[in-house]
């Protein structure tokens, strides 16, 4: 019906050092987790970096990596500041008459009165006369070039293997989390949305990834910079060390009182931006439902409140939170004059060299920065912990009962089910199914019929064990099921659901889903008593069409036939079939029909049946009603007992059947003599 | 497409702009002129020994810096407003296109896509604006007014720039071209993880029945392995960003040292304009790197213009007429006359030589296999979609020559997916009709089967309904939407198979009660059930998007063998056998 849409959605390119796109969820468009506080950040935090523990030894690396390349890195600026004495030295030097010693200038300066010269002079190697002194500078800048390097490979090489730690870390919780999902009961998966658990596996993990690899790598070249700069400062001169240690906690404060204000903002700006998503998205799903119910201008008058809302929130977040480099940058700035002014008054008054204020004015540059980087970190590291810690309540769920160790087996497959007085329920305080009876003799059909919400999808699930009893127990050909692995059980029940899942892969895939090593000739086989086979050879690559994933390659009819060929295929002694309610056209339903009878034949089946062939087929039908069998029997009995099942009968087949059964005997020929 | 956007929709907020841009160049120019002071310390101070002048100097240093952190709040603050306001008004631009689209635009783009288009899209052009604002503009000037004041204080080692620059940009650029494609390999590889989790998620019953686990678990590994491939590739270049960007850094300013000591040696320079050169070099460089990497924004936020600007540049195919009646006398009579529909472009009409009357208190049922077009015949009433030829007449006028609010207003629609809205049960009842009491949604709610149960929610009519209706099961939802569309005491109902996830009982029963609901009103009902349709006035045989036949039930069962053929497969098995 409808055409191709014109672009799909282009995710990619991510700025280095920022988080990439989240896949959903997440993102300014999602509210996901960003703001999300931890709840308990102490022990999840500790935790996340117990999970770093096997990677000790790289991380050790990292760590030693890390501290040599700062070091190295550090010391550069006082190098560079010998050099500026030497230039300096020179510069002067090349001003003094050549024929007088250092001594001799100095007491000269100090005679004529500039004791400020005199003491600065006395402090420095100047050699009267002589220019810059091109040999000890090129040592000096060479030992500088040599330091740089090194650094820079040592960083690289830091970077590089903290990024194997990470990035090896999260391979493991991802697999950790995805085995996780197999052992989790199903209850689990009813009781919680399919998006949220979704979210915790994609979009936490990311979160995680991302949050590890910023904050280990910043945060550790960040801190060791601030140590190492701090020593180098104190060495160079103390006074200025003091003063520019004033600074930290002011940008501290600073930091934290914007982060803090901005904060608020941000939250505020997630909560009107997950508004404003839920309202466009609720416009343009039900975009058809908001024109006929002329709802438009209510619509649109939403949206613009809602819009306005965002506008003043993210405005107010953007700001304050633009705030940060202005004011760090300010603070920088305010350290750099009192460094100059200070600087400046002790190299006139001879207790510091102009290198050496050189320095300091480089060292104090690198000094704000990875202050200031520390103080947004946190805000990146709550967010990792918070995801952490939700992937760790995915991973703390209470898993399935352990298969059994010493499991049994039926000696022989006959599909003789028996339920025994079993109950259950899915909540404490409202019983569902109870003290519940009942045999299936093999090859028997067993129709389940009843109200949507009377358990009928529950029955068939306990069967499956997909989830267990609270009493009874129910045993197939004469062992109970509970003393079976669930493989082997599983592996012997064909299983046909009214939501016909299929994976993104080949049809072939897809019917053998049940048994991969299923050989060609098997899988024709199947395709072919199930009318498969028939719409496979209409589509040009046959069995190899790729399944969408949205389904759209195939009809919902050839998708309903699609499960039941993979139910055929690995011949299963018992049966359980979810008839499809949902339409589909005349011919699949016929053949649908058919290939469901096909299935059926002399196995046992339990079907949740809405078409009355199915239902007087059977060889017992079982009425339910809130959870209750309120009648059991065939079709005969159950109408001559008139009560629920020949309620649900008249109301629905009512007249059809009449009329049908009254209709002229041309018609009995004209339906008899078609195909 | 990105400058037509930013264009169109920054124009109000020029001045804002201007602005910022007046205010990031004092800024940068304070910022610039802090070296140079500090150059004047040592050469007029320290070399002279002049504590005063120092003292002096630094209450200057001092004012410079104020004034700089004053243009640069401001900036901040007209920054934010211009390009938060700039994603305000796209977004509502965007929203307001697509109100007025009809059926067929919207699912040409899809509804997910269009809200990631009003959303997202708009989320990263806005984030280009905000980074234009506070740091790409800034970009520019630090590098131009650090060139200046650096050939201000020696021309003659102005060559390093022309060296270090480029060797910068180079770099960077090298690193990140060959990031790009890893990270749209790594978007690809995550997408597939997540696809890879959800089908396991939405198939569990499957997978456990079938025994799948172990392969399942392997198919992720696989992609797990994959996309730790990528994401380790691409950090292995990540991390080479830094290092090499410190020692270009580095090594330029040893580099300035070196030459400049040939230069102050021979009396050309000043030691303070040199230690100033060498700040002003580090402040073009830090800021050419930042545009470096902001750069790399601006691709994708073209993309994301692209897609916004597809959205706004789209025309509704249905548009209001320019004379709409307003009045019309008959009540709820409804006719199709020769109707056809093509999507454009298409060979074959989706719809063709459609024909056929109703009238009020008579029911219209269309039944026809998946793809005969039903719901598009449906879309041709409400106006979702416009035939391409005959006309669609309610009242005696066709729709296209209707006041749409008029057309609407007449009509009692309930889609194929009942679709609900965030909000509790009685608003989403009212959502047609805002002024229905209490009693008129109860009332309806008896009729539509779903008294019971929307008694036994907590809160009763303002029981919660969460977004798209997803906290009651399909049935119910089904059942809610029969509902509001009759509180709408339409004139004309349609009923795009609605009656599909009811079981048969309660189908019954609503059918029943719903009889003398209607009598005054059009229906039209699609269906796949016979009984759901055996009791319509006229029944209507679609197939292939043509009408095969038209009759009650039982002239249909004698004279159309396709009708034959669906009642025998839904009724007929056993009275055949």
């Known amino acids: 019906m409808s055409e191709q849409p014109p672009a799909k959605d282009h995710r990619v390119l991510t700025a280095p050092n920022r988080p990439p796109p989240r896949q959903f969820g997440g993102g300014p468009f999602g509210g996901g987790g960003m703001t999300e506080k931890p709840m308990n950040f102490g022990p999840s935090a500790r935790r996340l970096v117990g999970r770093l523990r096997p990677e000790r030894a790289k991380l050790l690396a990292v760590l030693g990596l890390g501290v040599t390349s700062v070091a190295l890195m550090v010391v550069g600026p006082r190098i560079i500041g010998r050099a500026t004495d030497i230039l300096f030295s020179g510069a002067i030097g090349r001003q003094l008459p050549p024929h007088l010693t250092n001594a001799q200038v100095v007491a000269a300066a100090r005679a004529a009165g500039h004791a400020n010269v005199a003491d600065m002079l006395a402090r420095m190697h100047v050699v009267p006369g002589q220019g810059i002194d091109f040999g000890a500078l090129a040592t000096v800048l060479l030992v500088a070039l040599a330091l740089y390097v090194a650094s820079s490979i040592f960083s690289w090489a830091q970077g590089y293997l903290l990024n194997d730690v990470v990035q090896r870390t999260v391979y493991q919780l991802r697999a950790e989390v995805e085995g996780k999902l197999n052992r989790l009961p199903l209850p689990f998966f009813d009781k919680q949305a399919r998006g949220e658990i979704l979210s915790r596996v994609t979009n936490d993990i990311d979160n995680v990834a991302q949050s590890l690899q910023q904050t280990i790598s910043q945060l550790l070249f960040s801190a060791l910079t601030v140590v190492g700069v701090l020593l180098m400062m104190f060495l160079v001169s103390p006074l200025l060390a003091l003063v520019a240690l004033v600074t930290v906690p002011v940008s501290m404060v600073v930091a934290t009182q914007v982060a803090k204000r901005s904060q608020k903002q941000f939250v505020a700006q997630w909560k009107n931006t997950g508004a404003l998503n839920a309202h466009i998205e609720e416009a343009f799903t039900g975009h058809d439902l908001v024109t006929v119910f002329g709802r438009r201008r209510e619509v649109e008058q939403v949206f613009r409140e809602r819009n306005q809302k965002l506008f003043e929130a993210s405005f107010g977040a953007q700001f304050i939170s633009g705030l940060i480099m202005p004011a760090m940058m300010f603070i920088g700035n305010l350290n750099y004059v009192a460094i100059a002014v200070i600087g400046g008054l002790r190299v006139a008054n001879g207790s510091m060299t102009l290198g050496d204020v050189q320095a300091f004015i480089q060292y104090s540059r690198q000094f704000t920065q990875p202050l200031t980087q520390v103080a947004s970190m946190a805000n990146l590291l709550q967010s990792g912990v918070a995801s952490a810690e939700r992937v760790f309540e995915l991973l703390d769920t209470p898993e399935e009962s352990a298969d059994p160790v010493d499991p049994s087996l039926p000696a022989e497959w006959h599909g003789r089910v028996e339920f025994e007085h079993i109950s259950f329920r899915y909540q404490l305080e409202q019983p569902l199914i109870e003290d519940l009876s009942l045999v299936a003799e093999p090859g028997q059909t067993i129709a389940i019929v009843g109200p949507t919400g009377a358990g009928k999808t529950t029955l068939v699930n306990l069967i499956m064990r997909f989830y267990e009893l609270d009493a009874g127990r129910i045993t197939l050909d004469g062992v109970d099921i509970a003393a079976m692995r669930r493989e082997d059980l599983r592996s012997h029940i064909g299983m046909v659901l009214q939501d016909t899942w299929l994976f993104g892969g080949t049809i072939r895939a897809n019917i053998a889903y049940g048994k991969p090593d299923a050989t060609e000739e098997e899988i024709h086989a199947a395709a072919e008593a199930t009318f498969v086979d028939r719409f496979v050879h209409s589509l040009p690559d046959g069995y190899d069409t790729v399944i969408e994933e949205d389904g759209s390659s195939i009809s919902a009819g050839e998708m309903q036939l699609l499960t039941i060929a993979r139910a055929f295929l690995i011949d299963p002694s018992l049966l359980i079939l979810d008839e499809a309610t949902s339409s589909v056209d005349t011919r699949t339903e016929v053949l649908l029909q058919r290939a469901m009878a096909a299935l059926r034949s002399d196995r046992t089946s339990f079907v949740i049946a809405h078409r009355l062939s199915t239902i007087r087929d059977a060889d017992l039908i079982l009425v339910m009603e809130a959870g209750r069998i309120v009648e059991q029997g065939n079709h005969e009995q159950l109408l001559a007992a008139r009560g629920a099942y020949h309620r649900l009968y008249a109301a629905q087949f009512r007249g059809a059947v009449d009329e049908l059964a009254t209709e002229s005997s041309a018609l009995a020929t004209a339906i008899a003599g078609r195909p | ?577």
């Not at chain 2, 020696?154 to 494609?181: C, E, K, N, Q």
């Not at chain 2, 902001?294 to 597809?310: F, G, S, W």
Request: aromatic share 6%.
């Open chain 2, 1 to 577: 497409m990105l400058i037509r956007l930013l264009r169109n929709y920054l124009r109000p907020y020029t001045t804002l702009l201007l602005a910022v841009t007046a205010l990031q160049l004092v800024s940068s120019m304070a910022n610039l002129y802090l070296p140079s002071l500090n150059a004047d310390i040592i050469d007029q101070g320290i070399a002279k020994g002049d504590t005063g002048y120092i003292l002096a100097t630094g209450g200057w240093m001092l004012l410079v810096t104020l004034v700089q952190i004053a243009c640069a709040i401001a900036a901040v603050y007209f920054g934010a407003r211009a390009a938060m306001s700039f994603g305000r008004d796209v977004r509502s631009a965007i929203f307001h296109q697509v109100g007025t689209f009809s059926a067929r635009e919207v699912s040409h783009f899809g509804a997910p896509s269009l809200i990631t288009r009003n959303t997202n899209d708009v989320q990263q052009v806005q984030m280009l604006v905000v980074m234009t604002c506070t740091m790409l503009i800034a970009a520019p000037i630090m590098c131009v007014g650090g060139i200046i004041m650096a050939l201000r204080q020696d021309v003659g080692l102005s060559w390093l720039m022309v060296v270090s620059i480029p060797a910068l940009v180079v770099a960077i650029g090298l690193i990140i071209s060959r990031m790009v494609p890893l990270f749209r390999a790594m978007q690809t590889r995550i997408d597939l993880v997540n696809r890879v989790l959800r089908e396991q998620l939405s198939g569990i019953r499957v997978v456990r029945a079938f025994v799948r686990e172990r392969d399942e678990t392997q198919r992720f590994a696989k992609a797990n392995r994959e996309l730790t491939g990528t994401a380790l590739s691409a950090g292995r270049l990540m991390v080479l960003i830094f290092p090499t960007v410190m020692l270009i850094l580095n090594a330029s300013s040893l580099a300035v040292l070196w030459f400049g000591a040939g230069r102050v040696d021979s009396g050309q320079m000043q030691i303070g304009a040199l230690t100033a050169f060498l700040m002003y070099l580090m402040l073009i460089l830090t800021s050419v790197m930042m545009a470096t990497f902001m750069a790399i924004m601006i691709p994708r936020a073209a993309v994301c213009a692209e897609r916004i600007a597809e959205v706004l540049d789209t025309q509704s195919s249905v548009t209001p007429p320019a004379n709409p009646v307003n009045e019309v006398h008959a009540q709820g009579e409804l006719e199709f006359r020769a109707v056809e529909f093509r999507y454009p472009g298409a060979a074959a009409p989706v719809l063709r030589d459609i024909s056929f009357r109703s009238s009020a208190g008579r029911t219209t049922a269309i039944i026809g296999s998946t793809g005969a077009g039903k719901t598009t015949l449906i879309s041709l009433v409400t106006r979702l979609f416009d035939a391409t030829s005959g006309s669609v007449m309610v009242d005696g006028v066709d729709v296209r020559e209707l006041d749409p609010d008029l057309l609407w207003r007449r009509i009692g629609l309930v889609p194929q997916k009942p679709y609900l809205f965030t909000g509790t049960v009685a608003s989403n009842l009212r959502y047609g009709n805002p002024e229905a009491t209490d009693e008129e949604l109860w009332q309806a709610l008896e009729v539509a089967q779903a008294r019971d149960f929307v008694e036994a929610m907590p809160g009763g009519l303002e029981g919660p309904i969460a977004q798209g209706g997803t906290n009651v099961s399909g049935g119910q939802r089904q059942r809610l939407a029969i509902a509001r569309a009759l509180v709408r005491k339409p004139e004309i109902f349609l009923f795009d198979d609605s009656f599909s996830a009811l079981d048969l009982a309660t189908d019954a029963r609503l059918r029943a009660a719903l009889r003398p609901h209607v009598k005054n009103a059009t229906v039209v009902i699609v269906g796949q059930r016979v009984s759901t349709i055996q009791d319509a006035d006229q029944i209507i045989v679609l197939e292939d998007g043509e009408i095969v036949d038209l009759g009650t039930h039982q002239e249909l069962l004698e004279t159309c063998s396709t009708y034959l053929e669906i009642v025998q497969s839904q009724l007929a098995a056993e009275a055949a056998a």
